[in-house]
């Protein structure tokens, strides 16, 4: 065990940084490059390191900082971290890191400010992971809003009040519900930490109602079915910085949210109604994956398809419900496929919207039908980009697979219906995904150069390092099981006894 | 009784005729002037640590629970001078009668304070709303501002003779003015007797008139037209020095007075505290006046302190107070910059004149990015702290469908705070926006302080845990 507070300067250095950059307005444009992408690189080795030293075959909770910060409430700065939190913190840190190299040869107005907001989401993202405390969580969870509502607002498209203005009361209505459950539980159990909710002896309705409140709070954060209708606008109208972080990280802050909340405290209702939630997790998958085979616009069609993605991470979570006790095994290897799920989704889709950011520059157009036949300019670039399209579909050897994979096969254990229904979006993501490949890449342009040239250096770095890491946890997924492992098993038996 | 002089009510009213002398005889050199009154109120505040405690259970009280809250209004009332010169030099308005007729109202406030007999009370009330009658019309040259005066005049002379009606129930039924006396009669009453039934009367017409001294709906008319038609330092007085004092009253007329027929009157409070957040937080949605947007915003805040008011807990108490000292230093801050900042050389009326200030004055655009989302509750800002406080004591009181309707009130409220600083941020220039101030020190400490006790918020929460236990010794 380490003695000093690793955690917190996780969190803080981005934010102090950030609140820097933002303010200096003189400083010039390189030089906000630079201590941005430095920050970052601190950051993401920081958390290298923290990745490095966590025990992952103990099973309480690691590097806790907890001190008082109102006193009179019992409400502590409550930080920690166990398995699903070091992933998620590794994350956004290799992320932001990543969008550090590409936006350094863009060019935007004010561009400290941009760089500034990116820091301090960033820290508040670390914050939101590691929180152990429910009001500290719902403190970062919230302030999230901010720095994405600003980067979408001041540096976003056309359309983008109405965008930005959707996604904050959005998710702010979500997240208000979420708030009454937790001072309800708070108020129960007379103690602000999410593990003395766990245990907290609710009746049905109760269980009920906050299951109710967590699901439209979290699920508007990933976002589920009925509830998706934000993250087209907001993605559509964000700079391409802003859609990676929000594809990449933002969205999971939700998934982390039901795994941290939903699982262990409303046990009981979510095994009441979990073959509803699965209902909407398969609509999810196979209805937004139609949805998004509709799309002329690039950045719509990748939007949609990561709301189908997140239904297998709902997915996965809801079968933990639906397999408690009859499979327990099966259980565990849907919560796995969901985390696993979760991260690699981070990864593809931030690669994918950097691809569409870096077509958006040369042409000035995201839709399909106006980009076509970059292969024979872009020849890198467009192997690159096929070989993302290819894992959003879920290719074997690739990170996309696996969580897939280990979904379905958790499904099967539940019921083959299911499985099946879940499988089908193998299928379909693979032609929506190929489409634009088809169309975008390797369509016949023999007269019409728009300008497509080959990319930048610091782009092909940010697209070769993602190839890698993606084929990499596709390979040998073993990392990621070795890190989880303890975690999720640890909860899996921590509801089932307590519920069966 | 020599030591009597030195209480901060009497420093500030031999302070007001001195002033008045003064400003006679140097009326070319105002700012003379400004800077005596700015010191007789550090004065009056520096004799509020004073350790003369005057008697609590007689009419006038003097205690430590009462100095505090008369030094964070001195404390308000300094800010509010410090913009209100700023902002009538630069309009070239300045006169200095306005700031003894404003030091008046402070004494009212300090009275109200301090009353614990009606009578007093009613001293009290008068002082302050006979200033700001005068205050309010201040701006002579506008017909809004003469309308808004007549409007507050003939609404607040009403309110008067129903709080005075209200009174004379009181006083015939139990036969005392004092708080005290009145809370021991009420413990010996018969439910079922007619004095019972007039003391009932009298206590509702007492609410409803303090309800419209708050602001409070259903009486909360008169708030959007007076906020628009004063001068914008006008509504900053407006829209904290009163609420603090009324605060006060409530709590000690309720918590002291009239403890024992709570089941009466904590239903009403709560009814009002809702009617206000649900009435302030939608009828704002469609405002384009920046001073009407905030009276309503006004106007929902006043419904959370009431709310916190009518759960009759001791932790509704503290979430109230803690409410309305991070109600007062956001309105301050939210007000403050408006009063800071001009729109081709006159002053911010609509919230389209704010367009594009992001591009022109991004440190001021900061403040108001602040502001806005400290009033809408976001975290990590103060003003979600004070809302965390209220909610948490109505689902521990389990109003949880109360609670429920406050926070999707919140979420509605939110729209209007985030169009204000879309307009800051996401719009064009349409119109030259400049400010008329280089020195900004007191601004940027009154609004960076809502994010530093965002921050660290058990600084505020010591402060009114400290003075809940003060009030509990009263009160029992």
Known sequence: MIDYPILSFLIWLPIIIGLVLIISNDITKNAASAITLLTTFFVFVTSIHLFN???????????????QWISGLNIFYYLAVDGLSVSLILLTAFINFLIAIFASSEDYKNKSAYLGYFLILEGLLMGTFSAFDSILFYVFFESLLIPLFLIIGIWGGANRKYATIKFFLYTLFGSVLMLISILYLAHISGSYAIQDFYSLDLSFEEEALILLAFLIGFGIKI????????????HVEAPTSGSVILASV??????????????PVTTEAGIYFSEYMIYLSLIAIIYISFVAYAQEDMKKLIAYSSVAHMGFVTLGIFLVFNLLGNNTSAAIIGLEGAIIQMISHGLISAALFFCIGIIYKHSKSRLIKDNFGIAQFMPIFSFMMIFFLMANSGLPGTSGFVGEFLVITSSLGSSFIFGFLAATSLLLSASYSLKVGKNVLFGDNLHNNQGYIECENNEKIVLGVLIIFILYLGITPGLLFNLLDKTVIDMISFISLGNI | ????????EIILSIGIMVIIL???FLQKYKYVSYYLIQTILIISAYHTFSDKLYPIYSAYELSEFTNIIKFILLLGSFIIFHYTYKHLSYLKTLRIEYFTISLLGIVGTMIMISANSLLMLYLGIELLSLSLYALIGFNKESS??????????VLGAMSSGILLFGISLIYGFTGSINYFDIADSLNNININSV??????????????SLCFKFGAAPFHMWVPDIYQGSLISTTILLSTLPKIAVFIVFLKLYFIAFMDIKHIWSDVLIFVGMLSIIIGSIFALTQENIKRLLAYSAISNIGFIILAIGLVTNEGLQASLYYTIVYSLTALASFGIITHITANSHGIENISDLAGLAKTHPYFAILILITMLSAAGIPPLIGFHAKLMVIQALINS????????????????????????KTIYFDDRVELIATFSNNHLVLSINTVSLVLLGLFPYLVFNLTKYLTSLFSVISI
């Open chain 2, 22 to 24: 003064v400003d006679l």
């Open chain 2, 398 to 421: 389990s109003y949880i469908a109360i609670a429920l309707i406050v926070v999707l009130m919140t979420v509605i409220s939110a729209y209007y705070y985030l169009k204000v600083i």
């Open chain 2, 1 to 8: 009784m020599l030591e009597l002089l030195f209480i901060p």
């Open chain 1, 53 to 67: 030293i966590y025990d992952y075959t103990a099973s309480q909770l690691q590097f806790t900082e907890k001190i």
């Open chain 1, 250 to 263: 933002l969205l999971k802050v939700g998934g982390y949210g039901m795994i941290r909340f939903m699982l």
């Open chain 2, 144 to 153: 809004l501002s003469s309308e808004a005066a007549i409007k507050y005049y």
């Open chain 1, 223 to 234: 976002p589920m079915w009925p509830v998706h209708t934000w993250l087209p606008d907001a």
């Open chain 2, 195 to 208: 004095e019972y039934l007039g003391i009932i009367f009298g206590v509702i017409f007492i609410t409803a």
